[in-house]
């Protein structure tokens, strides 16, 4: 136990962080370009702002949240997704007073207590983006061109995008009847939680993943009946989605599993993820800031599992360029050396030059044997006689290639190097 970290969470190894960085870069440079600046929630909340935010009805809240007191009695909850808590922010900091849209992102991790497997996990990452106060379809196709746009930068290939629209609670009311009388003869066969379901909110049964439910959901009606205005929406969305270039299906069966959606839904799928096959969800939430206790402000937005992301590229096969190895290894021999190779280590530093030199006493030919796993790009070896001839020689360890060189011209050779 004590040594083993808890089911569903991992460690990120200096050996493959270099991946993870790689796709944080061109998320944060792609944020830059549309305009979408980073916020930074905290990784617990009130369990309530869940409850409201995301749904007590759906399985997230009512099974897979990591809730506990803290010790002054409250119920606290660990982020389960990152809208709520950003929703949260904008009421707070009074962000709707601000020059709207308000174009925000987030790279973090979140928490669910799920049945452990491929691309599932209990502590995830999520780069998630949401937008503030526009109605209309474009805000919809900028936030799916977002996602379309970093797969293409990061060489991914092939990914589905399905769309469709779930309504406003307009037109939910008459679907929802539809629903009620659908699931009326079955009810008794029902999960208990869908039957809790029924009497609340008849469309989250659709979302349910018990064996015994899915027997009855997989006739249920559709939401075919869309107001006009969803309706016009709807085709502004697909209309500026052709107009970009941008490929996708229309899938009648596409619900989410979150409460707070309206209109647009959408997700990113790929069989290389896991069963559940969705790289990214996301979709409109109209009705949100309102439900969490600010004046009503439309939004929309959505996450992305950067696990789920890793292993599409993986299956890919799309390398990530790993980073070079620092610039220089001073091996030395002898303590006069030790000490002049820590001053000229410092000195290569001090001009942003990866250095580094022996800190365990190693033999000469265990300091070259470090300086070549470690992947360094120069090598030099320092001993008394160095010092006093003021002359070293400079080892490429890629090209092979030695030069004799001044000990006073390390610092400017390394320098233009690292250009
Ligand atoms: P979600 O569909 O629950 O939506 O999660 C978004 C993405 O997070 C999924 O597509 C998946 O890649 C990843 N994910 C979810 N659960 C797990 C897990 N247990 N293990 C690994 N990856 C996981 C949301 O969270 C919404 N907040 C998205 C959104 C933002 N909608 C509007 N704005």
């Known amino acids: 136990m004590l040594t083993q970290a808890p089911k569903g969470t991992r460690d990120i190894l200096p050996a493959e962080i270099y991946k993870w960085q790689h796709i944080e870069?061109?998320?944060?440079?792609?944020?830059?370009?549309?305009?979408?600046?980073?916020?930074?929630?905290?990784v617990f909340e009130h369990t309530e702002l869940f409850q409201r935010g995301v749904g007590?009805?759906?399985?997230?809240?009512?099974k897979e949240m990591y809730t506990f007191l803290d010790k002054s009695g409250r119920s606290i909850s660990l982020r389960p997704e990152g809208?709520?808590?950003?929703?949260?922010?904008?009421?707070?900091?009074?962000?709707?007073?601000?020059?709207q849209p308000i174009k925000l992102y987030y790279n973090i991790t979140a928490y669910r207590y799920e049945?452990?497997?491929?691309?599932?996990?209990?502590?995830?990452?999520?780069?998630?983006?949401?937008?503030f106060g526009a109605t209309g379809p474009s805000?919809?196709?900028?936030?799916?061109?977002?996602?379309?746009?970093?797969?293409?930068?990061?060489?991914?290939?092939?990914?589905?995008l399905n769309i469709n629209s779930i309504g406003c609670p307009k037109c939910r009311e008459a679907y929802n009847d539809k629903l009620s009388e659908y699931f009326r003869s079955s009810l008794q066969e029902l999960c208990e939680n869908c039957r809790n379901r029924y009497e609340r909110n008849p469309l989250r049964i659709i979302d349910c993943k018990e064996r015994q439910c899915k027997t009855y959901i997989k006739d249920a009606p559709m939401l075919d009946n869309l107001c006009g205005e969803c309706t016009s929406h709807f085709e502004g969305l697909k209309a500026g989605l052709e107009n970009l270039g941008i490929d996708y299906k229309v899938d009648k069966n596409i619900v989410r599993g979150l409460d707070y959606y309206t209109k647009t839904v959408f997700e990113f799928v790929s069989e290389n993820v896991g069963t559940q096959g969705t790289i990214c969800g996301g979709g409109r939430y109209d009705g949100l800031v309102e439900t969490c206790g600010g004046a009503a402000a439309p939004g929309i937005g959505f996450g992305l599992g950067i696990e789920r992301l890793l292993l599409e590229m993986e299956?890919?096969?799309?390398?990530?360029?790993?980073?070079?190895?620092?610039?220089?290894?001073?091996?030395?021999?002898?303590?006069?050396?030790?000490?002049?190779?820590?001053?000229?280590?410092?000195?290569?530093?001090?001009?942003?030059?990866?250095?580094?030199?022996?800190?365990?006493?190693?033999?000469?030919?265990?300091?070259?044997?470090?300086?070549?796993?470690?992947g360094f790009t120069y090598i030099v070896v320092l001993g008394e006689d160095e010092i006093d001839s003021n002359k070293a020689v400079l080892k490429n360890m890629i090209s092979g290639e030695q030069k004799d060189v001044s000990l006073d011209s390390i610092i400017e050779r390394m320098k233009i190097q690292g250009k």
Request: charged share 25%.
């Open 25 to 42: 870069k061109a998320i944060a440079g792609l944020c830059r370009s549309f305009g979408y600046k980073e916020i930074r929630i905290p």
């Open 139 to 160: 805000t919809d196709v900028e936030i799916i061109s977002i996602l379309a746009m970093l797969f293409d930068r990061l060489d991914i290939k092939q990914i589905g």
């Open 315 to 374: 299956s890919q096969n799309i390398l990530i360029p790993q980073p070079d190895g620092l610039d220089l290894y001073i091996a030395v021999l002898g303590e006069k050396a030790a000490g002049f190779a820590q001053k000229l280590v410092y000195k290569l530093r001090s001009q942003g030059i990866g250095a580094d030199t022996d800190h365990m006493s190693k033999s000469l030919k265990a300091q070259m044997k470090y300086a070549d796993k470690m």
């Open 83 to 99: 809208t709520a808590g950003v929703v949260r922010s904008y009421i707070e900091n009074g962000m709707s007073s601000l020059p």
């Open 115 to 131: 049945n452990v497997q491929k691309g599932r996990y209990r502590e995830f990452h999520q780069f998630g983006v949401e937008a």
């Open 56 to 62: 007590d009805t759906t399985d997230i809240v009512q």
